[in-house]
């Protein structure tokens, strides 16, 4: 195990009915300013919830965050939190709505140009508005973490950023509000999840067992829950499990003390922000071709993926690990995500563009141990085709 | 899964050579108590580290918190840390040390009478001094949790309180400063997590996957790298997983949104308070007993933990419930821990003492559902000789 620092200050407050904390968690006299996104939350009772616990507060809202928050409708949000002084941000929706609030809560208080924030990957960040989530989407793991991924429309960027900064004061989940979540949203969240923790656990091993246990108690929650999700949307058990999987899944909890590899998500980042294509569904695609090109150097822990999590029994650990890369792509179709590059008409020549937006990014070392140069991007998007 | 509120601000620095953080971590200008036991911290280098860390800070010692700490004593540093004008408290040690670390913090700035902290079990506890940790002996989980338990001489009484002041501010972790430790503490240290987990895990099934898995990864770290911790002391890997392993075993996370069962400590405390048992040691006695006598309102999870932990196969419910206790029983017994009150020349008419202690600290309904009353606590405690 490696050296490690583990701080997580967010306050969870889950279960059932459980938005009306927002009043008695946010301090009085606070000038709140609530974020969303498309106005589902209008549909599934969350925005009346919210507003009828604020009761009585000064409440602004900014409606309008993108999935894959821009930076340029965050600016205007900025500008309104600024206009209007508000001292109190709330992320009610999903990934996409709390990851546009960390940048809003930065840049609220940011003196230079907030573009910075991103270039400099969060470090520039000394401080920013307090603010909570009400989680509307198990997926992203932003409602327990302190990193955000941000697009900035003109350049087809999309880049994270991280700041101790900008962890949620607390966050909302309530497992009830996931009931009428399209399937295809259910489906996306299984699936970033997922590869959240392949990302943190498929790598070179480190002896870590905790972290591994607890990666593999994870999967193994998902690809037994997730199904069921999509086959009976209103099971409250399992609604409930998919929501605190998802947010132990990215917490820095199985990471702590573990390389990381997290080119899967790189790669897929440059893939939403050229062709549009759902966060999950570049995930998808990406992983399986990535853990069977890097299968040399990750396969002893490909192997106990096998084992331990696919229940394969038979075999060496060359046959374990490509039965485990094989199961996970069928666990992902099984969903209804596709994991081809041509499932969405994208060809040898949409490779050449993510190689070259992935250059001018520099994302030239990717991978747990730096191996995955341009040409490894690449290759492993060639066998995604 | 039960609603539940998860909050941990605890820092963790883990890993090796990591006491030289305390120098950062610890804010210009604080009067500094260290708070340590018998005096091992002086033989394994963790004294020498942490004043090297402090050179040049206004920095007090208080030795002499004892294994079970007593009221009495930490009284004695509660005046000194009230006489020095401390206001930043380290504890290095084990549980006992930081669980009689969490009292002093929280008598330093109490008006009334301190006792009545434990009266209350820490619900009058409105605010304590910051507090650090170095942990020695991993065991108890107090590095990074909210509760103490504080024996009380003069009464022989054991009790514990829970506060969320009494956080650690953070807690250093170094897996090289347990390679000392006597095979017996290592030993006690393993059954210790062992049945915190048991108490959070071994309950009514209340269909939380997440906590499930987390729970049985800990178990089976425990079962794999206990007895390698005993063969072989100056293994890294192994005492590391072991360290962050019984940190994990309590702090919250396991514990968020399922029942919980506790009478096992309980019972395990009077014990200690009345015979002078390791604390250990009176929970690898009474648990494999508690689990036999209620084995028909546990059974689901028992057959489980059978199934998941002790990869038993075959058999139904109720053979894998047995089995998993028998196995639970040979595992403390294999790492040298007796499971016997007669393994401690005690007998009946201990059991009546240990009962009307129960009674006397209304343990009356004891369990995660109340099951426990004193007649059931003195069935556990004769299936225990």
Known sequence: MRNFTFHNPTKIIFGKGTIGALKREIPEGKKIMVVYGGGSIKHNGTYEEIMSALEGREVHEFSGVEPNPTYETLMQCVEQVKAKGCDFLIAAGGGSVIDGTKFIAAAALFDDDPWKIIQTFGSCVKQALPFASVLTLPATGSEMNSGSVITRAATKAKLPFNSSKVFPVFSVLDPLKTYTLPPRQVANGIVDAFVHISEQYLTQPAQASVQDRFAEGLLQTLIEEGPLALKDPEHYEVRANIMWCATMALNGLIGAGVPQDWSTHMIGHELT?????????????????????????????????????????????????????????????????????????????????????????????????????????????????
């Open 273 to 385: 922000a050229l062709y549009g294509l759902d966060h999950a569904v570049t995930l998808a695609i990406v992983l399986p071709s990535n853990l069977t090109l890097r299968k040399p150097s990750k396969l002893e822990k490909l192997a106990q993926f096998g084992r331990r999590v696919w229940n394969i029994k038979s075999g060496n650990d060359e046959h374990q690990a490509t039965e485990s890369i094989r199961l996970t792509r069928e666990f992902f179709e099984s969903l209804g995500v596709k994991t081809r590059l041509s499932d969405y008409n994208i060809g040898q020549e949409g490779i050449e563009k993510v190689v070259a937006q992935l250059k001018s990014h520099q994302m030239i070392k990717l991978g747990e141990n730096g191996e995955v140069d341009l040409e490894m991007s690449r290759q492993i998007l060639e066998l995604c085709l």
